[in-house]
């Protein structure tokens, strides 16, 4: 499949802003604990004319057009989605850094037992997106120490995490369910 950078790019902004909180939140003039009496005379003082202290060009008064909390997240095509993902993985493949494994597990969670894994691959250096068939606790906890490994399920394939990986390992059960989705 073509490789289309701008593609990329806008599933990648899409996901990073679905992603933010968008709590962020100061207050207004209307908001700031003062009283709402006028500090002084509007005429005959020969100061400037004020309101309250709550005003914006007082020290300690309201935010005039500050951060309000608001959702970041848009609408992007499904369609749109499965081609970034597609491209992505051509991309990974195109370089030859994908690697397939056989579907394995791991009895108890141990980060020795994944890094191991990583370096009998020699790719323990680099960042890698491990993709399993389904969410398996001990396989997600043993890589979860690990600074440059990623552990994610099929279904949570995304282009993102595809991108940021240097290497991606995929298990021979996980890859058919790729090609499920993909299809």
Excluded at 20 to 38: M, N, W
Excluded at 162 to 178: E, F, M, P, R, Y
Aim: proline letters at 5%.
């Amino acid at each position: 499949m073509p490789i289309k950078k701008h593609l990329l790019w806008e599933v990648v902004k899409w996901q990073l802003a679905k992603r933010r909180a968008g709590t962020h939140s100061t207050k207004t003039r209307g908001e700031v604990a003062y009283s709402g009496r006028k500090i002084l005379p509007q005429k005959g003082t020969g100061n400037a004319r004020h309101g309250d202290r709550g005003a914006p060009i007082f020290v300690g008064g309201g935010v005039a057009h500050g951060p309000k909390p608001r959702d970041y997240s848009y609408h992007l095509n499904k369609k749109v989605r499965k081609k970034a993902l597609k491209m992505a993985l051509t991309n990974r493949a195109k370089e030859g850094k994908i690697k397939i494994v056989e579907d394995f597990t791991m009895e108890k969670p141990k980060t020795k037992e994944a890094v191991e894994f990583l370096k009998s691959l020699g790719i323990e250096k680099e960042k890698t997106l491990v993709v399993i068939p389904e969410k398996d606790e001990n396989i997600m906890l043993s890589f979860r120490n690990l600074p440059n490994a990623k552990v994610l399920p099929v279904e949570g394939l995304n282009v993102y995490d595809v991108l940021w990986a240097q290497n991606l390992v995929i298990t021979k059960s996980a890859l058919q369910k790729i090609e499920e989705r993909l299809s």
